[in-house]
């Protein structure tokens, strides 16, 4: 079941697509049916791969330096308690300016390659995984504190052997977000200038009224973004292992 | 440093002197004296809101001010600071320790070698050697406050207080941690904060009732034979009536 589930999601998915290209009549280069996009995919495999390969190896490293980052920043900010009255303006602000807005310049600034795309990902991950790690460290149960302070802890070790283990729950939750998000800065990075990616194969086929290859990368795209997301999602079950709801087997 | 004493550490005695404490503008109490005898059980019974827990925290240094640094002094002179263990309602385990790792908790937290031959030995005493890798929350609630116990006295200090540890568990598991911790708390100075006549009565060697607001305590009710005495001993019984007619009057 936990296997058809999803294949079935898919195949009636597929379906009311088909459905709806049949029952519209819309042309195929205004919407092509799945059968086509399956064509056009088969035809040109290496292609999809290849950009999908550098849209992926962007997101990738985004999640990397986002994670990091946004980690880093929480810690500093629980730790030292006047840091944080520094860093929220900037966190803030790092949400505030829409990533969209930013990545012209960030073209202009990084370069037309890979890493203005790097950066864009990590900017939209780092503020789900900040946040959500910051207020994990700050709500930790008082009595696990105390229970703490009367064994005679430091600050560093209470921070190190009590708040992160018990902030990683919510870390857990706002990687799921990232991860989620991540693809958004890749691609919009791809869009505003670049010369390989998905977000590149999908602009250069819209300019040539190639649908299907758009509507390729797209699926491309899109099956990346869950393989992504499922791995991630498995990965922070398994880490945190010990949280009840993590491994229930509720229906 | 390697965290290896096995021997029981010499009892101290403390003494609360005109403690002070004052919650949302509201005082709990001020001016108020308790003596806990070295080696001995203290217990402290009153009605919920009372203040209770309150004493308790402060003596534990918890409650966040400094006001009442100069209160508390030990029969040895020195800090009490480093020299008492804590146990509460809640058994506060890691969820992400096994029960092994959590009655090695304090030496983790200060980033000493643990003692695993003692905490082992520990498990033992408590019923829990089986399920030493267990995690806690395959437990039932009566193992997971026992290993609660065990890291209690995985810490192995002359002093430890109590907050109502038994009092969320079924009347057997609670007689039987009773005697448990009766047992293994000999010869420790122990401060009980329980809303339960029997279990005061069961493991105190003096029992106190603290009423009213500011809250005063009573004078020592000191049972004649010593914990733990059995749930239908003649004294027990007596003592109980008595307590549950103080502690009614008490309530508002």
Not at chain 1, 9 to 38: F, R
Not at chain 1, 125 to 141: N, Q, S
Request: net charge neutral; charged share 15%.
């Amino acid at each position: 079941m936990k296997l058809l589930r999803p294949a079935i999601i898919l195949i009636g998915l597929l379906a009311i697509w088909q459905v709806v290209v049949s029952l519209s009549g819309a042309p195929p280069y205004i919407l092509p049916g799945p059968w086509a996009v399956a064509q056009a995919w088969s035809q040109r495999p290496e292609l999809f791969l290849h950009h999908g390969t550098i849209t992926m190896a962007e997101i990738l490293l985004g999640l990397i330096f986002g994670l990091g980052l946004g980690v880093t920043s929480a810690l500093i900010m629980a730790y030292f308690r006047p840091a944080r009255q520094w860093l929220m303006p900037v966190l803030v602000v790092s949400q505030a300016v829409p990533v969209f807005a930013l990545a012209p310049v960030l073209v202009l600034w990084v370069g037309y390659g890979m890493a203005s795309k790097v950066v864009m990902a990590t900017l939209i991950i780092y503020f789900p995984v900040t946040a959500a790690f910051h207020d994990g460290l700050r709500r930790t149960e008082p009595g696990w504190l105390e229970l703490a302070r009367t064994m005679n802890g430091s600050r560093w070790a209470i921070l190190r052997h009590v708040r992160i283990p018990a902030a990683l729950p919510a870390l857990g939750s706002g990687l799921r977000v990232a991860t989620a998000v991540a693809p958004i800065g890749a691609i919009v990075g791809e869009w505003v200038g670049s010369s390989s990616g998905l977000g590149y194969l999908m602009l250069h086929a819209n300019a040539r009224m190639q649908i299907d290859v758009m509507f390729a990368a797209l699926a491309t795209l899109s099956l990346l973004a869950v393989t992504l997301y499922f791995s991630v999602d498995s990965a922070v079950r398994h880490a945190i292992k010990w949280q009840p709801d993590s491994h229930s087997n509720e229906p | 440093m390697n965290e290896t004493t096995v021997t029981p550490p010499i009892p101290i005695g403390l003494s609360v002197r005109h403690a002070r404490l004052a919650w949302h503008e509201q005082v709990l109490f001020d001016g108020l004296d308790l003596e806990l005898k070295a080696g001995q059980w203290t217990c402290l019974l009153g009605p919920s809101g009372v203040g209770k827990s309150m004493l308790l925290r402060l003596i534990l240094g918890l409650d966040g001010s400094q006001e009442n640094s100069e209160t508390i002094n030990c029969s040895d002179g020195l800090q009490l600071n480093g020299r008492v263990a804590f146990m509460a309602q809640q058994d506060f385990l890691f969820p992400w320790l096994n029960v092994l790792d959590n009655v090695l908790l304090g030496s983790r937290i200060r980033n000493a070698v643990g003692n695993r031959d003692k905490a082992m030995q520990l498990l033992a005493a408590t019923g829990l050697a089986d399920v030493s890798e267990a995690m806690p929350d395959t437990l039932s609630g009566g193992m997971r406050q026992r290993a609660a116990l065990a890291r209690t006295l995985m810490e192995d200090r002359p002093v430890v207080l109590m907050d109502e540890p038994f009092s969320a568990l079924d009347v057997i598991s609670r007689i039987k941690l009773q005697e448990l911790a009766a047992e293994l708390l000999n010869c420790r100075t122990v401060l009980l904060v329980t809303h339960d006549p029997l279990e005061a009565l069961r493991l105190g060697h003096s029992i106190h009732v603290m009423t009213g607001r500011p809250a005063t305590l009573g004078a020592a009710i000191v049972p004649d034979k010593l914990p733990p005495r059995p749930v239908d001993d003649s004294g027990v019984l007596e003592h109980q009536g008595e307590l549950l007619r103080q502690l009614a009057e008490a309530a508002p």
